[in-house]
């Protein structure tokens, strides 16, 4: 974190220009399995059963009871699951590729689907079809120049394992989870560097999207939601000890969900909220991964709370003897709590007054990366990637078959202006990955019309459309940024 050599330190800046970003600076793009690729080769999860309700887009929920479930799962016809369809990736990954290939970036960021490799997630043999798709997409994204950033599991559970077990409550599940990552280690870890254990475990909820969880065979909500964290952490630092074994040149990352709040007011009961609130919903995890333990506050909550985690001391020894290399960021926004009307829980919080929005109330903050980049710089001194960083628009496909995306180079230029910024302060970035290469299912709402892609996917929420890919503005611009390693952002 700080200057070994201070004198060079304090001699260089002075002598020497800031020169941008530096050489080799991975620029990428980030996806996901169950917003991209489609069911065909793989089982269903848990992803699979949030639905498009177009009444109700705050509807997708992931938290179902065991009936709604099963309704789901016997009456699909009822419903609308755009994940089912994802935007046909596991088509077309190849012309993405190419076109991901011209546009020249240095890094393509996925995640693995565990039903294409374990339909069931524990079945007795691989799928050896599914494993094969992941060499193609792999060797694929190396050809075109680019390093694959792999996350092991980006919240799409097979959902058996969610019925039969209950989700990361389980050790069966945490089993299950261990064979799919060393297998996938084994596999690919000679031509992959960049590993995820967990997409943003920070964000854990009780609910079947995030954990596999059934929230109605929960009796202590909280209680069940520190341990499937504990659970997760984990596995993540046991599967970073299974990596390292196995190939020395791999790295692996703890990965946040960037929603560090600002106090509304300076009132002190809004900053002091804002601060115990960033402990325990941001800066706990990553304190586990970075630092190798569970920090003092974090003990104390618990007990506060009457939370009795079950951990054994051999979990306590992983966790310290198996720190992550790197800290992956997913910043897209920023907000503010006011005491009395916020409480501690993540997501629980207020736009900024001061910021514009999206349509979707995302407000937007490019000075809220760099603030945050110094704060996890200044607490971890760990290389910092960021793994995920856009914006979501309404869009169709105009005169010339492209989107004018004006706003969408608008927000990535400022964004990646203060990440300029944080790397001339000091603050050691290697990494951007933009969400997202290409419209996909969202995440959250299961919508197709909240549009983050550089590329245009003609597709709706139904499936309806050709599912032809079209590049927008912001894909020729951001050609222009990856081409020039930043230097044109202060020119277009
Ligand atoms: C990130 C998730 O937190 O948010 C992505 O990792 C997701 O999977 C992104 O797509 C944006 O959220 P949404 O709900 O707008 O798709």
Not at 3 to 22: H, I, S, V
Not at 44 to 54: C, H, K
Not at 262 to 270: G, H, N, T, V
Request: glycine share 8%; net charge negative; proline share 4%.
């Amino acid at each position: 974190m700080y200057q070994t050599n201070q004198m060079d330190c304090l001699k260089n800046l002075a002598a020497k220009p800031f020169e941008g970003f530096p050489d080799g600076f991975l620029w990428g793009a980030a996806l996901s399995a169950k917003q991209y690729e489609g069911e065909e080769g793989r089982g269903t999860t848990v992803a699979d059963l949030q639905e498009y309700d177009s009444e109700n887009t705050k509807g997708a929920r992931g938290d179902l009871s065991l009936d709604e479930i099963e309704e789901r799962l016997d009456h699909p016809e009822r419903f609308c699951f755009p994940k089912k369809l994802g935007i046909e990736g596991f088509k077309r990954f190849e012309e993405d590729l190419s076109l991901l290939g011209t546009l020249g970036l240095k890094a393509f960021r996925f995640s693995l689907s565990w039903s294409r490799i374990f339909p069931n997630g524990d079945d007795r043999v691989p799928n050896e079809a599914g494993l094969a798709y992941y060499d193609r997409v792999i060797d694929c994204a190396l050809s075109h120049g680019m390093q694959p950033i792999v996350t092991i599991y980006h919240d799409d559970m097979p959902v058996s394992l969610a019925l039969r077990y209950n989700g990361f409550l389980a050790s069966e599940v945490g089993d299950a989870y261990m064979r799919f990552a060393e297998l996938v280690l084994d596999r690919y870890g000679s031509r992959v560097h960049w590993w995820i254990p967990f997409n943003q475990p920070n964000l854990t909820r009780i609910s079947l999207s995030s954990l596999g969880v059934v929230k109605d065979r929960v009796q202590n909500l909280e209680e069940a939601k520190v341990q499937a964290l504990h659970n997760k952490l984990v596995l993540g630092a046991r599967v970073a000890a299974y990596g390292r074994g196995k190939h020395p040149d791999i790295h692996f990352g703890a990965m946040l969900a960037d929603f560090l709040v600002d106090p509304l007011s300076c009132k002190p009961d809004d900053v002091l909220l804002a601060t115990q609130k960033n402990e325990v919903t941001m800066y706990a995890s990553a304190d586990i991964q970075l630092r190798g333990g569970y920090p003092r506050y974090y003990c104390r909550l618990l007990a506060d709370r009457g939370i009795e985690l079950r951990v054994a001391q051999q979990d306590l020894d992983i966790l310290s003897e198996n720190k992550m290399d790197f800290l992956a960021v997913s910043y897209y926004n920023s907000n503010v709590v006011e005491a009395g009307t916020n409480s501690i829980a993540i997501g629980d919080a207020l736009p900024n007054p001061y910021l514009e929005a999206t349509p979707w109330g995302w407000t937007i903050n490019e000075k809220g990366l760099l603030d945050h980049c110094l704060k996890y710089w200044d607490r971890y001194g760990v290389p910092i990637m960021i793994a995920e960083n856009g914006i979501g628009e309404v869009e169709t496909l105009g005169i010339g078959r492209t989107v004018h995306d004006g706003y969408r180079i608008d927000y990535m230029k400022r964004h990646l202006l203060k990440l300029e910024e944080a790397l001339r302060q000091g603050v050691d970035i290697f990494a951007y990955c933009c969400w997202s290469p290409l419209d996909m299912v969202s995440s959250g709402t299961s919508e197709m019309k909240k549009r983050y892609g550089l590329i245009f996917v003609d597709q709706d929420e139904y499936g309806n459309g050709t599912h032809d890919r079209y590049p927008k503005d912001s894909y020729a611009w951001y050609k222009k940024v990856v081409g020039s390693n930043g230097k044109v952002l202060h020119l277009v």
